[in-house]
């Protein structure tokens, strides 16, 4: 099964500083791109795309330069950015000039709710329709109506919603997150990455733990609005990418042979036009 990775974090603590790693201990050391590739070329992983890992803001696009020149499997990058900023629109003018930044992202789950609100931010994130960036969208699961509200005012614009809207698997109740997705799913404009519930489980998770929550993303948004992510290295804090990919193809085992690639590959390719 060919794959492509569509979460990939590279930390170089020799290179950038990463404020939010002071506070966990076992993420702060090197995560390099050879020690991915050791384990994920194994797996069927042949291309990647690295997400944004919260370096200090006046880095931000020096991380991105840095990471596209690590390694050719890295294909493109997903970079930070300020959409509240009035200065975005210069800074969305100097990312264009990379042509393999393919989306941004600015963290929402640890900001106040109405960040996404403002007109500004709205307005900007409006401007990555015309050349096709994609915005993607990490929320706490009782945020998705704020990721819901936010995709529904820019619909001219392609959202990828991480980590499967984050539902808390571990507490067992999920019911709420189970509506609020087929609320979001609702939205034409929004797809959904199959990444990161290994970090709300249980320790010492199985296939079945994460079954019910992966197969409700995928009866939310249909086999062509999901996508691959790994979240390497945050998901190593409960569990390792060959688990979480062995997990998965469990999972979706019973789907057929297209189904499978759509969601392995040919959806991030499509989607963040690889």
């Keep these: 099964m060919r794959i492509v990775d569509t979460h990939l974090h590279l930390i170089y603590l020799d290179k950038f500083s990463y404020p939010w790693l002071d506070d966990n201990a076992a993420l702060k050391r090197q995560w390099d791109a050879p020690s991915y590739w050791a384990e994920a070329a194994s797996l069927g992983i042949e291309a990647a795309l690295h997400m944004e890992v919260d370096v200090a803001e006046p880095e931000i696009e020096d991380e991105t330069r840095f990471v596209l020149g690590l390694d050719p499997r890295v294909v493109g990058a997903i970079s930070n950015a300020r959409p509240e900023h009035v200065d975005f629109p210069a800074h969305l003018e100097r990312m264009l000039a990379e042509p393999r930044i393919r989306a941004i992202r600015r963290l929402l789950q640890s900001d106040p709710d109405d960040l996404s609100s403002g007109e500004v931010f709205r307005d900007n994130i409006r401007r990555l329709a015309a050349p096709g960036l994609v915005f993607d969208i990490t929320v706490r699961s009782r945020q998705l109506p704020v990721a819901r509200a936010l995709a529904a005012a820019c619909p001219d614009v392609q959202f990828v919603l991480d980590h499967c809207g984050n539902p808390l698997i571990a507490s067992g109740d999920i019911a709420q997150w189970r ?92 989607i963040y036009r690889l």
């Design 179 to 270: 509506a609020d997705m087929r609320a979001i799913a609702e939205l034409p404009n929004v797809a959904c990455k199959v990444s990161g519930v290994v970090s709300h489980a249980r320790p010492g998770w199985t296939a079945e733990d994460l079954r019910p929550a992966v197969e409700h993303v995928i009866a939310c948004f249909g086999w062509d609005r999901v996508a691959f992510g790994s979240d390497r290295p945050v998901l190593t804090l409960n569990g390792s990418l060959t688990a979480w990919v062995e997990a998965l193809k469990q999972i979706v085992s019973g789907a057929s042979a297209d189904e499978q690639e759509r969601l392995f590959s040919r959806n991030a390719e499509r």
